[in-house]
């Protein structure tokens, strides 16, 4: 009697406890955020090595990651922000337009955190020791203002201020991701490349880029927005340095269109590597978690061996057919088109006009 009745619990329960796991797994296979049942298997153990310092980052330092930024903040038509989905090109459009601002002068700050500020992190413990972190209005080295951003387009302030949106391929934005976060992060023994691109998968980071890929073409008509695509600087970096230029409203020359490319090309850049290496966040994310850090260790934002495209096909096919489906769930149906490729391409028929 016992036996059958824990046998009628049982079979009243699993469908109740297996039919809305069916419905999770078909929706996150569907929508990209999973590779397969079987990678997620495999990958999931490691996650929590990345959600404790992800913890401390959204909540001890108050990120706002919902769209909020400094309240105080002025927003003056002449301010530029680039607005990128992480590792997607922030540092190297962000050092365009400071180089452009200071008419070529060679590098002389310490951080890029000191000249180009991440706004929706300013007045919080996350940018402790960056001189304009408590205080947002401040002057910067030259105008325009330029900010950073990695908030989705929609949730940004209304405001006339300039908006350089820059995007890169899926794969390769992940690839640069993982390989960037564990050392920045503290993340002890912190899980493979593979286990890294499989856990920002299923966060929704992928789903994120993509969303605001999309809020951002629907306003591509609009006078104070700049696309640019990662692969089309690296392709023609001049074009890019001098449709920026003319963005920012500041007059550049062919020598000064020279000097900028060469500052900002990727050689010259990973030779000032602590520059670009994140200190002041580094050190604040490792200390939140009693750690010390050794900033000679943390990768930073321009790797020697990166700056490259294509490098997101050394994942597997399974990941790359998971950007696929998540590209179709996400753009395809709201924008039609059916890849990345046909999207740059619209883009340059737009801009050709």
Same mark, same amino acid.
């Given at each position: 009697?016992?036996?059958?009745?824990?046998?009628?619990?049982?079979?009243?329960?699993?469908?109740?406890?297996?039919?809305?796991?069916?419905? #999770? +797994?078909?929706?996150?296979?569907?929508?990209?955020?999973?590779?397969?049942?079987?990678?997620? +298997?495999?990958?999931?153990?490691?996650?929590?090595?990345?959600?404790?310092?992800?913890?401390?980052?959204?909540?001890? #330092?108050?990120?706002?990651?919902?769209?909020?930024? %400094?309240?105080?903040?002025?927003?003056?038509?002449?301010?530029?922000?680039?607005?990128? /989905? /992480?590792?997607?090109?922030?540092?190297?459009?962000?050092?365009?337009?400071?180089?452009?601002?200071?008419?070529?002068?060679?590098?002389?700050?310490?951080?890029?955190?000191?000249?180009?500020?991440?706004?929706?992190?300013?007045?919080?413990?996350?940018?402790?020791?960056?001189?304009?972190?408590?205080? %947002?209005?401040?002057?910067?080295?030259?105008?325009?203002?330029?900010?950073?951003?990695?908030?989705? !387009?929609?949730?940004?302030?209304?405001?006339?201020?300039?908006?350089?949106?820059?995007?890169?391929?899926?794969?390769?934005?992940?690839?640069?991701?993982?390989?960037?976060?564990?050392?920045?992060?503290?993340?002890?023994? %912190?899980?493979?490349?593979?286990?890294?691109?499989?856990?920002?998968?299923?966060?929704?980071?992928?789903?994120?880029?993509?969303?605001?890929?999309?809020?951002?073409?629907?306003? +591509?008509?609009?006078?104070?927005?700049?696309?640019? !695509?990662?692969?089309?600087?690296?392709?023609?970096?001049?074009?890019?340095?001098?449709?920026?230029?003319?963005?920012?409203?500041?007059?550049?020359?062919?020598?000064?269109?020279?000097?900028?490319?060469?500052?900002?090309?990727?050689?010259?850049?990973?030779?000032?590597?602590?520059?670009?290496?994140?200190?002041?966040?580094?050190?604040?994310?490792?200390?939140?978690?009693? +750690?010390?850090?050794?900033?000679?260790?943390?990768?930073?934002?321009?790797?020697?061996?990166?700056?490259?495209?294509?490098?997101?096909?050394?994942?597997?096919?399974?990941?790359?057919?998971?950007?696929?489906?998540?590209?179709?769930?996400?753009?395809?149906?709201?924008?039609?088109?059916?890849?990345?490729?046909?999207?740059?391409?619209?883009?340059?028929?737009?801009?050709?006009?």
């Amino acid at each position: 009697m016992m036996v059958s009745l824990r046998v009628g619990i049982l079979s009243v329960l699993l469908p109740l406890i297996t039919a809305p796991l069916g419905l #999770f +797994l078909h929706h996150g296979l569907r929508t990209g955020h999973i590779v397969s049942l079987g990678d997620l +298997l495999i990958a999931a153990h490691t996650f929590p090595r990345v959600w404790g310092p992800m913890r401390i980052l959204t909540h001890k #330092f108050g990120r706002r990651s919902s769209g909020t930024i %400094p309240p105080s903040i002025e927003l003056p038509a002449s301010d530029v922000w680039v607005i990128t /989905p /992480p590792k997607s090109g922030t540092t190297w459009v962000t050092h365009i337009a400071h180089q452009l601002r200071v008419r070529g002068r060679p590098v002389d700050f310490q951080d890029q955190d000191d000249v180009v500020p991440w706004i929706e992190m300013l007045e919080t413990d996350f940018l402790n020791g960056a001189p304009m972190n408590r205080n %947002p209005n401040g002057e910067h080295v030259a105008n325009p203002r330029v900010f950073k951003s990695h908030l989705s !387009f929609n949730a940004l302030p209304a405001g006339d201020y300039k908006k350089v949106f820059v995007f890169r391929e899926l794969a390769d934005a992940i690839l640069s991701l993982a390989k960037f976060v564990p050392s920045l992060w503290g993340i002890l023994d %912190p899980p493979n490349i593979s286990q890294l691109c499989t856990f920002f998968l299923f966060a929704g980071d992928v789903a994120r880029m993509l969303g605001s890929l999309a809020e951002a073409w629907e306003a +591509l008509h609009r006078s104070d927005i700049l696309f640019l !695509f990662y692969e089309d600087i690296q392709s023609d970096p001049g074009l890019a340095v001098r449709r920026l230029a003319r963005f920012m409203d500041i007059g550049a020359d062919d020598e000064l269109i020279s000097t900028v490319v060469d500052q900002t090309s990727h050689a010259s850049m990973s030779a000032l590597h602590s520059v670009f290496a994140s200190r002041a966040q580094a050190t604040n994310i490792h200390r939140a978690q009693g +750690l010390d850090v050794d900033l000679h260790r943390v990768v930073g934002k321009v790797r020697k061996d990166g700056g490259r495209t294509g490098e997101g096909s050394a994942l597997s096919a399974d990941f790359a057919a998971a950007c696929q489906r998540a590209w179709q769930f996400y753009i395809t149906s709201r924008l039609g088109f059916r890849n990345y490729a046909e999207l740059r391409a619209a883009h340059r028929r737009i801009a050709a006009r």
